[in-house]
């Protein structure tokens, strides 16, 4: 059986779309009633094909990747097959934007479920929580429309939204690699969301940040922005850029430049563009700016063996807007923030945070920061070369 869902950016109608009510796979899209308020942006408005593509890949990309690390247990504690399944469940409500949706034929208002307002799981005040998933968790509820392998959750202390999250790997080194970011982001003074290391009962370390949208302010992730106009210039980065600046951020490149350094420096192999955009007013659509850089985790050779180390260099996987992060460093300009007095002491952050972590040997702690030392010598050699011409 077919069902008719609508699609709202906080009371506000966007688009009307078909679910099978069995499987909850997208079967058609109908009529867009508002195509500013489209939530992964369309450069053309009259692509039917594209914009039903586009949507069955946004609701796919609003609930649990299958690649999440506790999906198993996930399935099991909600008895489904499928983890989008939940988010379409929980109407799509997360803390990040103002996007939800329900069946047409339901009258709820955003006032009465939206999770900046209203409370959310069964964890009381003052009581432990894990990262991840458990009995705890209601079946609307953010945690089941959160993306990332890793195991992550929203919490709410003193009426604040946090998200903690956990490890994918034995080493358990994302979340000190969280707490390493934000110390460097700290040296230079860049704009950033703040991360603390912190652990379980049993002594599992996790990291937690606060969460930078509001019920007034959300986040719009990069690939939203270049959907926004035709890319004519073939140039994503650019591209990218122009937008921005279009739509009154004149700071941008400044902005993602500060990103692509730190990336570089602590060798950041996720930054792909759902972690980065912009924040923008979520009443009158008005860009505000870059958004503060979050989600570092995946760094520092995070998933490798110890046994791995020798065969990797200064470079790393990049995503943003090239193939590697060394690469991307000739998207910068070289910024004036850089002060190599103050470089030196990135190694000391390396060092001292990944030396509290039990489950790291020291040989590895010491190829780590052999690495990180290398990267600040060849951004300063690059940052000198650029200087000359």
């Not at 994302?174 to 912190?198: C, M, R, T």
């Not at 210039?233 to 921005?244: I, P, Q, R």
């Not at 945070?353 to 039990?358: G, M, Q, R, Y």
Request: charged share 30%.
């Amino acid at each position: 059986m077919t069902q008719e869902y609508i699609l709202k950016h906080k009371n506000i109608p966007v688009l009307i779309f078909y679910l099978d009510d069995t499987t909850y796979k997208l079967v058609d899209m109908g009529d867009i009633l508002d195509y500013d308020r489209l939530p992964y942006g369309l450069a053309d408005k009259e692509n039917r094909i594209q914009n039903g593509i586009q949507l069955n890949s946004w609701i796919l990309g609003r609930g649990l990747p299958d690649s999440r690390k506790d999906k198993q247990s996930v399935k099991l504690l909600f008895n489904v097959d499928e983890l989008n399944i939940l988010a379409i469940q929980a109407k799509g409500l997360n803390v990040t934007d103002q996007y939800w949706f329900h069946k047409t034929n339901l009258d709820i208002k955003w006032e009465n479920v939206n999770y900046f307002n209203n409370t959310f799981d069964n964890v009381m005040p003052g009581s432990n929580v894990i990262p991840g998933i458990d009995k705890t968790v209601n079946r609307e509820s953010p945690n089941v429309c959160v993306d990332g392998s890793i195991e992550k959750r929203w919490i709410i202390r003193d009426n604040e939204r946090f998200l903690i999250k956990g490890s994918r790997y034995r080493l358990m080194q994302e979340p000190f690699n969280e707490v390493i970011a934000s110390k460097i982001l700290d040296l230079f003074n860049i704009d950033h969301v703040h991360y603390d290391l912190k652990y379980t009962d049993k002594g599992i370390p996790y990291s937690e940040c606060k969460c930078m949208c509001d019920q007034g302010i959300e986040f719009i992730n990069a690939q939203w922005i270049i959907n926004q106009k035709p890319n004519e210039e073939n140039d994503l980065f650019s591209h990218f850029l122009k937008v921005c600046k279009d739509n009154g951020i004149q700071d941008a490149k400044e902005r993602i430049d500060e990103m692509l350094a730190l990336d570089f420096f602590i060798g950041n192999e996720d930054r792909h563009r759902g972690n980065f955009g912009i924040l923008r007013n979520a009443e009158t659509l008005q860009w505000l700016g870059i958004n503060p850089i979050f989600d570092n985790g995946n760094s520092l050779f995070f998933d490798r063996n110890n046994d791995e180390l020798e065969s990797f260099g200064i470079d790393s996987l990049g995503k943003a807007f090239g193939d590697s992060n060394r690469l991307n460093l000739q998207l910068l300009n070289y910024p004036e923030w850089y002060d190599s007095h103050k470089g030196k002491n990135i190694v000391d952050i390396v060092a001292g945070v990944l030396n509290d972590n039990k489950f790291l040997l020291s040989d590895r702690i010491d190829k780590i920061i052999e690495v990180t030392r290398e990267r600040i010598k060849a951004f300063e050699n690059d940052r000198k070369l650029h200087s000359k011409t």
